[in-house]
């Protein structure tokens, strides 16, 4: 009678021998299985197309099946839809077998051989980011320190780590492949055309290091803008602005010291205030005045 249960180890979680390593015979069976399914996709890929020129050829004979084999590679490579669509498979089964690789390359903790298993891809303007899932002996930190061996392995800029915050077991890797911050043509604001807008959206502000857009959401928020000279903070202010002076529900209320940033906006403004000291005063008691009145409601 089982006294309890034990689970068994995995291909991928064989444990190593005293001498390191698994024996030499069950290495070989493991390298060899580890081969063939990382190679899944292209195995899968050549069984289909392997299976539909048998099917063609039944359906439509040899001569007809072969102008319809021919018409559907012309189509593949004709679309640049089709053609990338199909790449992008084969590079994200390039990407999963190369990282594993590199990760192994950079040494494993604990008894185990198993590596982190990369997962879903998606791409990125930046590169990739990869789902991976943590296997057995490793943590989040043991993959933040072999980014950057990852990163030469794979011949990329670099290598960002980023914690699930639900899941201590799994993580997400993007490979940086480009800067989408450096070069390039200037990108218009996505709100440029907008005739009427809500602060209750989220306002697009910028483009962050991974190319995806980075959005403001400024309810019962306080957002303060710092940086260095010439580092974009009347650009960031002014699409804010902008936001709020498209807003039929919003009131503008500006102060500026200087009369550059928001000079433009004046228009738009219900107060605008320079270097006047006395009138700020007045504005701002109308102001606080007009928020204990809201708080009173």
């Known amino acids: 009678m089982l006294e309890g249960l034990v689970k068994l180890a995995t291909l ?12 030499p015979r069950a290495g070989l069976v493991v390298r060899f299985v580890r081969c063939l399914w990382s190679y899944r ?17 039944v359906v439509m004979g040899p001569d007809r099946g072969g102008w319809f084999v021919n018409a559907v590679v012309v189509f593949v490579l004709a679309f640049g839809s089709a053609r990338r669509r199909v790449r992008a498979v084969f590079t994200r089964s ?11 390359s950079t040494g494993c903790p604990g008894s185990t051989d198993a590596v982190p298993r ?21 943590h989040v930190g043991d993959l933040e320190k072999r980014a950057d061996a990852i990163a030469a392995f794979l011949g990329v800029r670099e290598v960002r780590v980023t914690r699930d915050r639900a899941n201590a077991g799994a ?3 993007t490979v940086v492949r480009r800067d989408p911050l450096s070069g390039g043509k200037p990108m218009p604001w996505p709100w440029l055309g907008k005739v009427r807008t809500s602060l209750w959206d ?13 959005e403001i959401s400024m ?7 710092g940086g260095e000279p010439g580092g974009g903070k009347s650009a ?4 804010l602005v902008a936001a709020a002076a498209l807003d039929p529900y919003a009131h503008l209320t500006l102060f500026d010291g200087k009369l550059v940033e928001l000079a433009v906006w004046r228009g738009c403004a219900d107060h605008f205030v320079g270097p006047n000291f006395p009138q700020a005063i007045e504005v701002l008691k109308e102001l606080r005045a007009d928020m204990e009145d809201r708080y009173l409601y």
């Open 12 to 23: 991928w979680e064989l444990r190593r021998s005293p001498g390191g390593g698994c024996g």
């Open 41 to 57: 996709v292209e195995w899968a890929a050549l069984w289909l197309v392997y299976w539909f020129l048998v099917a063609v050829n």
């Open 94 to 104: 390039r990407l999963r077998r190369r990282f594993a690789r590199a990760v192994r």
């Open 118 to 138: 990369p997962g879903r891809i998606r791409a990125v303007p930046a590169g990739q980011v990869m789902r991976v899932r943590l296997s057995a002996g490793w």
């Open 171 to 173: 993580a997400e890797v």
């Open 202 to 214: 989220a306002i697009p502000v910028g483009m962050g290091e991974d190319g995806n857009p980075i």
């Open 219 to 225: 309810p019962e928020r306080n957002i303060v803008l």
């Open 236 to 239: 960031a202010l002014s699409q």
